[in-house]
């Protein structure tokens, strides 16, 4: 389905944007992995993913919370690829505690990462993709950008943000074939989740089955965590030719979450 086509994944060693570079990569797009861990292991994500598909699997392991180093990713991306098609944006770090006891610290780390780097990636892809007259722009954000929690003020003002970036860029570029939406999960039980667990489960002297369900999944009706599977296929799909009239969204997949 997307045969022929290039993209850059930020923060796609693990969870979400892994699962979504594995999905756009079998559907036959050449992917440029991005993110932190083990050297050893991402070398082995790479090359089994590209032995798996057949795709050109590349790795950057550009700091999204440097702007530089960011729109510097996007240029190595389109030389490699010859173009840049396809633009996920979704490295996230997340920090949980009340605003007064909140490090000033990761609380700039969190609006790098989680938001601005999204604008400079953008920045960055833009020229290219108006040159070529198609694009897609995904920015990952989360139902965090649609409601709040308490004591995650940095993260729901960075993805409220990702979601207000994602709407002006998909009018600013409307009338060319580029596409902008933003993709909004609930839970998804990936490394960055798997913290909370503990931590809650700690704060709360709870099991971490009482923390999955009285907790994280309290706020989620259909009490599931999101597959990243569920996303990567919607990511192929908002990426496809049959999406061109979808954009300036903000998908809930949440399990009923945002209907409250
Ligand atoms: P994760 O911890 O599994 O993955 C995060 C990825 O970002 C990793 O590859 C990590 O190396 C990378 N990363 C972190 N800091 C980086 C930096 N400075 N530069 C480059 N890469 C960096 O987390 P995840 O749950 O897969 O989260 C992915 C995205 O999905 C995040 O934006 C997160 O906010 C969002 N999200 C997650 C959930 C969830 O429940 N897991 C729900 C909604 C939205």
Known sequence: MLKGKSAVITG?????GLGIAEALAKSGCDVMLNGFGNADEIEKTRSDLAAATNVKVLYSGADMSKPESVAGMVVEAQEAFGKLDILVNNAGIQHVAPIEDFPDARYDAIIAINMSSNWHAIKAALPMMKERNWGRIINVASAHGLVASPYKSAYVMAKHGAVGLTKTIALEVAETNITCNAICPG???????????????????????QVIRDVLLASQPNKKFVETGELGALAVFLCSDLAASITGIALPVDGGWTAH
């Open 187 to 209: 839970y998804v039980r990936t490394p960055l989740v798997e913290g909370q667990i503990g931590q809650q489960a700690a704060a709360h002297g709870m099991t971490e089955e």
């Open 12 to 16: 796609s060693t693990s969870g979400i």
